[in-house]
């Protein structure tokens, strides 16, 4: 229904922006201390690698208690809950605070491989274009 699509929304919003708000500002306070401690014009592709993962586990630590509820909105019947409030109301009560992390550590154990890959991609990426338009 209209009403579950506006609480997921709402659960997507609240979760992604200070999730990846996380990402970007871990990935470049570590890349830019890594440049400046080691005089160096651009990041290098292991410590890329090793900011990226770090940013993607700081990406969840931010973002999994949001996707947590938007999964268990999607997940129950409809109209067991009055939209995320309930859901965190029940969370809550229910099962306590440590439900917001529940399956942390499987979250962990991709998230870093998945980021750092994904930076290494972008920086080979960017090494490659400053090789073929360097003024650009």
Do not use: H
Not at 2 to 22: R, V
Not at 25 to 54: C, H, M, Q
Not at 88 to 95: A, C, G, R, Y
Request: charged share 15%; net charge positive.
């Amino acid at each position: 229904s209209l009403f579950i699509f506006n609480a997921i929304s709402t659960c997507e919003i609240f979760s992604d922006m200070p999730a990846n708000g996380l990402y970007f500002l871990i990935y470049e306070f570590l890349t830019s201390e890594y440049k400046r401690r080691y005089n160096r014009p651009n990041v290098d592709l292991l410590p890329a690698i090793l900011a990226g993962g770090t940013s993607g586990v700081f990406y969840w630590i931010g973002g999994m208690p949001a996707d947590v509820l938007k999964s268990r909105l999607q997940s129950s019947p409809e109209g067991k809950f009055n939209g995320v409030r309930g859901v965190f109301v029940d969370l809550l009560k229910n099962e306590g605070i440590t439900a917001f992390y529940r399956g942390f550590t499987p979250v962990l154990m991709r998230a870093f491989p998945a980021n750092a890959t994904t930076f290494f991609g972008i920086e080979l990426a960017n090494a490659f274009f400053r090789l073929v338009a360097p003024n650009f």
